[in-house]
């Protein structure tokens, strides 16, 4: 099962976040044993060297933990879980607005669409 990445981010980062997302969403749990980078490569359809390198670059940002001839972790620490969770909504807002900004809306139309937005939420969910 190959997956579809954009062409405008590196796809290690692509497979990071993905990951990110997954933990944040709590469907790999803090502990939790990630995929060998032989097996990753291969659901992704990458590069071992590409899963090699999303894996270190979540460990330098503190995400997951190597374990010499165990693998790799997500990490216990619970306030690098919620640091992690909190990067993530502010990418995603920031992009927003950004994406708000760019079309032309103004502060006060993004905060006002998005309230009548999360009002409308409230029937649906």
């Known amino acids: 099962m190959t997956e579809e990445f954009q062409t405008s981010k590196p796809i290690y980062m692509q497979i990071a976040e993905r990951i990110f997302q997954q933990i944040v969403r709590g469907e790999m749990a803090s502990g939790e044993k990630l995929a060998s980078v032989r097996e990753m490569a291969i659901q992704t359809g990458v590069n071992p060297n590409t899963i090699q390198r999303t894996y270190s670059e979540m460990e330098r940002m503190g995400i997951v933990e190597t374990r010499r001839g165990q693998g790799t972790f997500v990490t216990e620490n619970k ?47």
Do not use: P, W
């Open 79 to 125: 306030e690098i879980l919620a640091e992690l969770k909190i990067r993530l909504q502010t990418d995603i807002i920031e992009s927003f607005v950004k994406n708000m900004k760019d079309i032309g809306f103004s502060k006060d139309e993004i905060v006002r669409g998005l309230q009548d937005y999360l009002s409308g939420c409230d029937n649906h969910d």
